[in-house]
């Protein structure tokens, strides 16, 4: 547990500096590295598989500041699709379960084909960000994924529709969905 704690702060402190190259600044960064060490308290619970731990963890860290760049600005960064893609790879590698590639493919034609009929709704990061997170699931877990991710999904948008605080034409980031129903799908 120790190890995911420390590895959680210095990876949160590693992210908030690659953000800051990118233009990228949190507005809360004590509150990003906060609950990535929560999580990674989570996870240690969870897994007794270090080095995935330790994937997983960095696999966290990694959603929360997508969903913190998402939620602000509309957008994810390739960069971090990037490290997720490659958490996944490692995540594989340690499992030695290939078969995650496949899950990995259908989430990108999945989320592809949603992004064409949703006419934008869905970008370019949200659909490299699900080939990376698929890289992460046997594909009877990924039914799970998608079911927090679009369940979740669909419920603050209600809200928020039912509240006026956005209009059917308005974009909703869609990242933060992503990483919350992979979260949930992994610790579950």
């Known amino acids: ?74 957008e994810i960064p390739n960069t971090y699709n990037l490290i997720v893609f490659l958490f996944g790879v490692i995540n594989m590698l340690i499992l030695k379960d290939f078969s995650m590639i496949i899950t990995g493919i259908i ?37 799970s994924f998608l079911m927090y991710t679009f369940g979740v999904g669909a419920l603050i948008a209600t809200v928020l529709l039912i509240l006026k605080k956005k209009n059917r034409k308005d974009k909703i980031a869609f990242g933060p969905f992503m990483a919350l129903g992979a979260i949930l799908a992994i610790l579950m």
């Open 1 to 74: 547990m120790v190890l995911n704690i420390i590895f959680a702060i210095f990876f949160s402190l590693f992210i908030l500096y690659v953000n800051n190259k990118i233009k990228y600044k949190h507005d809360y960064p004590k509150l990003f590295i906060g609950i990535s060490v929560a999580l990674s308290v989570a996870i240690s619970l969870k897994l007794t598989n270090q080095p995935q731990g330790l994937i997983i963890t960095g696999l966290f860290t990694v959603l929360i500041n997508i969903t913190l760049i998402d939620f602000k600005c509309l």
């Open 107 to 143: 989430s990108f034609i999945l989320f592809f084909i949603i992004a064409i009929f949703s006419r934008g709704a869905l970008g370019g990061g949200d659909i490299k960000l699900a080939l990376g997170l698929g890289l992460f699931f046997k594909l009877s877990a990924y039914a």
